[in-house]
């Protein structure tokens, strides 16, 4: 089975702070999501990259940045964090290109900005 | 404008009953999917489908793609189906509905 995994369920900054949120998947999948899910609005993305060094600007890429710089994993960071960033953060990963195959998600990550 | 509407957005049940959901976009799709989402929790992928019809254990999922249109039934219904069920479609990228929370009352 795919696993992605997150490399933190919870986490509570500061705002100004710089937060990483990792993600790691065990699939040799080259494509790699970051989306972000807030109620009622459902996931909109983030980032997307489709290889290693390779992204693309999702939905709402502003005030965040990623890396990829091994296959396996994508670092999504928040370069000085502020409040409306609090939210849930779910990393995917998918076999074939953008928009098509089937998704796999990590558990989530649950940041805080107070 | 959402390329992907879902309806009920809640919905509560007993336990037994039979739960339809209700998914319809305005893209073309390559293919539509059925997650869940436990409460806390991540996404998990149910159905994978471009046509007809799919069955695991107590849930079926259609598509209609002249009405572009698709249903989630769950029969027999569970306090452990309670979760969050969203409609995605892939076609040039992913679409997401909002999402509909199931609550199974025992």
């Known amino acids: 089975d795919v696993k992605v995994t997150q490399s933190s369920r919870y986490l509570v900054k500061r705002t100004g702070e710089k937060v990483f949120l990792e993600c790691v998947q065990d699939m040799d999948h080259e494509n790699m999501f970051w989306y972000r899910q807030d109620p009622g609005l459902g996931l909109r993305l983030i980032y997307f990259s489709y290889d290693v060094k390779m992204k693309e600007k999702g939905d709402i890429p502003e005030g965040y940045s990623v890396s990829r710089e091994k296959k396996e994993r994508f670092s999504l960071i928040l370069e000085s964090a502020s409040t409306n960033q609090t939210s849930m953060y779910l990393c995917?990963?998918?076999?074939?290109?953008w928009g098509t195959g089937e998704l796999f998600f990590g558990e989530g990550s649950r940041l805080t900005v107070l | 404008k959402n390329e992907v509407e879902q309806s009920p957005q809640n919905l509560t049940a007993q336990e037994g009953e039979f739960i339809t959901i209700n998914c319809s976009y305005s893209?073309?799709?390559?293919?539509l999917h059925w997650l869940q989402q436990h409460p806390g929790g991540g996404i998990v992928s149910l159905f994978m489908?471009?046509?007809g019809k799919k069955k695991h254990g107590r849930l079926i999922a259609t598509i209609n793609i002249q009405e572009k249109h698709s249903s989630l039934h769950i029969t027999a219904s569970h306090p452990r189906d309670s979760a969050v069920y969203i409609c995605a479609v892939s076609g040039n990228q992913f679409y997401f509905g909002t999402g509909t929370s199931l609550t199974v009352i025992p």
């Open positions: 995917a990963s998918s076999l074939r290109g």
């Open positions: 489908l471009s046509s």
């Open positions: 893209v073309g799709i390559s293919a």
